[in-house]
């Protein structure tokens, strides 16, 4: 089954934080290596800040179009990977094991298929 | 003769069910994780059974047939569900590990436990898997289970939909965990049976048969966890509180039908059977060398039917149990029974001092047993107007009617006895 991990942080802090870059890259870096080693990745990005998000929904067929991410929340998202393993404890596994799953969260979701 | 037949069938087909039901859904639903469609393939067959079995016997084999005829509408309504390439693939290959599954039979494999710890998934919402549990191992509608979780057949419905629907598209897996994440998965498993046995058995006056039966499906899954997994000592320390909280089903109630609390009860009101069973799972269960929590509350019940012999429970033994226990929990009833065991080893202004440190928990303004302790240890210490107030708050929170009476009883020989 394939699976997207939502990577979910307290943005404000991520940026204030001058060392976290330097802390978290290599990090990611094995993160993103192991699940290469493990086959089990089908992508995944990290995103620009919030602050680069327009939200967009057409009503009546007029877009309407706004500044900024759709949900204003304590922690935002701040890039995803989708992977492509058996089943949810499967999926849990590698969330847990996500840098950012220690001061932020990640969710779970399955992707939906036809 | 057909009326005969017919009754031949039908008892053939519930004790099938009674059995067999849970390893029917387990099978059925493993491959696919689709519990919901399981079930209606499973309830399918079961309506067939009762039309073909009057006419050409029971079948030697009743749950291979019962096996057989719901994985062909469980083929057949995916059949109709699904189409394009995709699907047929996915049904070739479902037909076929059914068929292979099926050489096996009249020994269908036994995937209760793994069905088990799917109900119980953390995914799943807590209050749901006992439910969960109950519907699909032993199969009971949700009406049933509604009425005796206090809430409507609509909103159980809509819940365990829900809860299954999850299973199946977040892709739940139906597995045993691995050794190391077995303790803790198992714990959820018996969270789930017990507070199916404590629904049930939470109904002191035993006159809502419904509940009653609740608290025995309770054991019948503790014995069948036991069973799966006999190395388990928490699964068996489980079997053992529940037996012997069961012992003193009958005994809660006196001949007028009015609340018997335990330091009241006739211990030859208690059942001997069940109370040696219990005696000897836990000792099976102690000699594992692994303590936990249910074993520490079957010890705790243990050290309570010593009164059978010496006529007084083993407090300084229960005391030391609830001080184990709370340090593996901070469960404030825990804390409570700390409390009252202390009243008795220690005296009673030693156990009013340790309830007193749980007053500013917020989770005990509305729980019953709280004030009613208070109420006891304070009327002990002599607190008549303290004790009057303690007394009021736990009648105000009681809803059943019994312990109510119970509880305005013992307020009103509290100010009978004070001069005032």
């Known amino acids: 089954m394939k699976y997207m991990l939502l990577i979910y942080a307290d943005e404000a802090k991520v940026l204030n934080d001058k060392t976290r870059e330097q802390r978290v890259s290599p990090a990611y870096a094995a993160y993103m290596e192991a699940m290469q080693k493990a086959g089990v990745i089908v992508g995944g990005d990290r995103l620009q800040p919030t ?64 | 003769m057909p009326r005969e037949n017919d009754q031949v069938a039908r008892e053939a087909a519930e004790a099938v069910a009674r059995r067999s039901y849970g390893k029917l859904v387990a099978f059925l639903a493993a491959r696919t994780r689709d519990v919901a469609a399981a079930e209606d393939a499973l309830s399918d067959a079961f309506a067939a059974a009762l039309v073909d079995w009057p006419a050409s016997g029971v079948p030697d084999s009743p749950e291979a047939w019962l096996m057989t005829v719901a994985r062909r509408k469980l083929i057949d309504a995916a059949r109709r569900r699904k189409s394009g390439e995709g699907a047929v693939d996915h049904l070739r290959l479902m037909a076929d590990e059914l068929e292979a599954a099926a050489a096996n039979v009249p020994q269908v494999p036994d995937e209760r436990l793994a069905l088990m710890f799917a109900c119980t998934h953390p995914a799943i919402d807590r209050g749901i898997r006992a439910p969960l549990m109950l519907q699909t191992i032993l199969g009971f509608d949700a009406a049933t289970i509604a009425s005796s979780f206090l809430v409507s057949p609509a909103t159980m ?77 928490e699964a068996i320390g489980l079997l053992a509180l529940m037996l012997h909280a069961e012992a003193r089903r009958g005994a809660r109630r006196n001949a007028r039908g009015e609340y018997v609390p335990l330091a009241e009860q006739d211990p030859r009101a208690w059942d001997p059977q069940l109370i040696e069973e219990a005696e000897a799972l836990l000792l099976r269960a102690s000699a594992m060398g692994s303590i936990g929590r249910y074993q520490l509350e079957a010890a705790v019940q243990s050290a309570h039917v010593v009164r059978r012999r010496s006529g007084s429970a083993d407090w300084a033994a229960i005391e030391r149990l609830y001080d184990a226990l709370s340090t593996i929990t901070d469960s404030p009833v825990v804390a409570i029974n700390r409390a009252i065991a202390v009243a008795e080893t220690r005296g009673a202004a030693a156990g009013l001092a340790a309830l007193d440190v749980l007053r500013d928990d917020a989770r005990l303004a509305d729980y019953q047993p709280f004030w009613a302790a208070r109420a006891g240890l304070l009327a002990r210490t002599g607190d008549v107007d303290a004790a009057d107030q303690a007394y009021q708050r736990a009648i105000g929170l009681e809803s059943d009617r019994a312990v109510r009476r119970f509880l305005r009883q013992r307020r009103a020989e509290l100010r009978a006895a004070s001069p005032a």
């Open chain 1, 51 to 114: 602050a680069s998000a327009t939200t967009v929904r057409a009503r009546n067929g007029k877009p309407q179009v706004l500044d900024g991410p759709y949900a204003e929340t304590k922690e935002q998202l701040g890039g995803f990977f989708i992977i492509d393993v058996p089943d949810l404890d499967a999926a849990i596994s590698w969330a847990a094991r996500c840098p950012t799953a220690s001061d932020g969260t990640i969710e779970v979701r399955p992707v939906w298929t036809v």
């Open chain 2, 157 to 233: 419905g809509k819940r365990l939909t829900r809860a299954k629907t999850k299973i199946r598209e977040a892709g739940i897996p139906f597995r045993v965990p691995e050794r190391a994440d077995l303790r803790e998965r198992l714990d959820a498993v018996l969270e789930a049976i017990y507070a199916a046995f404590a629904e049930g058995w939470s109904d002191p006056a035993g006159t809502e048969v419904r509940r009653r039966n609740l608290a025995e499906e309770g054991i019948w899954l503790g014995r069948l966890v036991a069973s799966l997994l006999p190395d388990e000592p």
